[in-house]
Nanobody
Framework: QVQLVESGGGLVQPGGSLRLSCAASGNIFIIYAMCWYRQAPGNQRELVATITSGSSTNYADSVKGRFTISRDNAKNTVYLQMDSLKPEDTAVYYC????????????????WGQGTQVTVSS
């Protein structure tokens, strides 16, 4: 079994900050890329940020300069620091990992967290 569990969502005023965490646990052999996606009501799920196993990062244009993705490989955890939040950042944020579980080696699979709500409102 492999689980991704997010935390850190909530209600914040425009211009505020939040830090999301996503911890992967279970029979994990290797974690490759880890990402954050988000989905607002009525919209498709969109990729927000990606971090590779070598810590290279990439961001959606809408969050560049405001969000920072990082990871702690020792803890199998990925973070998303969100600063200068805007109302349009309101969405459910999902963690994603491309990882190899011990029971599926040598193949990797996609894993998703359950999502955490972020609401930016005054």
């Amino acid at each position: 079994q492999v689980q991704l569990v997010e935390s850190g969502g909530g209600l914040v005023q425009p211009g505020g900050s939040l830090r999301l965490s996503c911890a992967a646990s279970g029979n994990i052999f290797i974690i490759y890329a880890m990402c954050w996606y988000r989905q607002a009501p009525g919209n498709q799920r969109e990729l927000v940020a990606t971090i590779t196993s070598g810590s290279s990062t990439n961001y959606a244009d809408s969050v560049k300069g405001r969000f920072t993705i990082s990871r702690d490989n020792a803890k199998n955890t990925v973070y998303l620091q969100m600063d200068s939040l805007k109302p349009e950042d309101t969405a459910v944020y999902y963690c994603y990992a491309d990882l190899m579980a011990t029971f599926t080696a040598p193949f990797s699979s996609d894993y998703w967290g359950q999502g955490t709500q972020v609401t930016v409102s005054s």
